[in-house]
Each structure stands twice: as C-alpha cells, then as structure tokens.
C-alpha cells in the first residue's frame, strides 16, 4: 500500500468512512475509485432510519473518480463469474469495472459475497479493509468507532473462509 495508489471503494466503504470521519484524509491519500451506481447508493437512503449516514454530493466530489461502467462489463462479470450476479448492484459495478483494469490497484469492501466474488476471480491479495487504509494514511483516531465488518480481522476471516472453500491455491 503507497500513497497515491488506486483504491477501489464500494458503498459501504464510503459512508463508513464519512461516518467516522476519515474520508477526507483517504481521498488525499490514495486514488479512490469508485462506480456511478456507487455513488447513487451512498446518496439515497432512509433519512429517517436510525444510523442512517448523509453522505453528500461535497463528499463525492472530493478527489474521488467516478468511473462508470457498460453493459458489456458486466456481462463479461458475469461470463467470468455466475455467482456474482447476487451481488448488491453497486458491488457488482464495482466488480465490473475492477475485470477492466490493469496495473497496481487495490479493492476495499467490507461484504462477505463481495469478497468471495473477489476471491473466485483471483483478486484475494488485493483486498484491503478499511482499517487498513485509514492506519495507512494516518487517520487511526477516527477508527474507534470503526464497526466490525470494516476491520483487518473481519476482511481475514471472510477472505480465509472464501479460500478454503474453493480449496487453497
């Protein structure tokens, strides 16, 4: 992990980063990536929910690139890996896009079947939690609050569980 370095993001890594306050100090770290349909995810919600996080347009557009993603990307997503059709959609789109990319990138979500989905398509050591990134660019007073699906352990266990059912490679 080095500053600078292209990190993809689904919905729920946004707005817990927003949520914990460390969002800003990861977009001026890395290059966040993310997808439209993630982006439109992290905008809607039950304002009314308890819990519920406001992410705002100003969030979306600090230093954040949105890429967006064709109908034949996710066809190919699916070519590639049938499974992943029962992704959440913007998890999906994120997935999508990351089949067309090349060179040193990262992938951060805190879902079981997003991590599966990245372990079947061969991206197990491109995974990173969100407590990973936010000790990495210096935010590690915003993570005490940091709820469990978006830590180090969290990320191993599902990424172990994944790996031992499709047999260790």
Known sequence: ??????????TNIIIEAVRVGCWRTLTGHFRIETVETCCEEA?????RRPGYVEVTEGDLQ???AVRP??????????LQDPESTGLDPG??????HALGRAGDWLACCADRA??????????K????????????????????????QFTFVRLSEWRTAALLE???E
């Open 69 to 78: 993603v064709s109908a034949k990307a996710l066809a190919t997503l699916t």
């Open 1 to 10: 992990m080095q500053r600078g370095q292209a990190v993809l993001v689904d």
């Open 114 to 123: 997003a991590v599966n989905a990245a372990v079947r398509l061969g991206w």
């Open 62 to 64: 600090t230093r954040l």
């Open 91 to 96: 998890e999906r789109h994120l997935w999508a």
């Open 43 to 47: 905008r809607t919600g039950n304002l």
């Open 166 to 168: 499709r047999g260790i």
């Open 125 to 148: 050591d491109r995974l990173v939690s969100l407590e990973e990134l936010a000790n990495h660019a210096g935010a590690r007073a915003t993570l005490r609050n940091l709820k469990t």
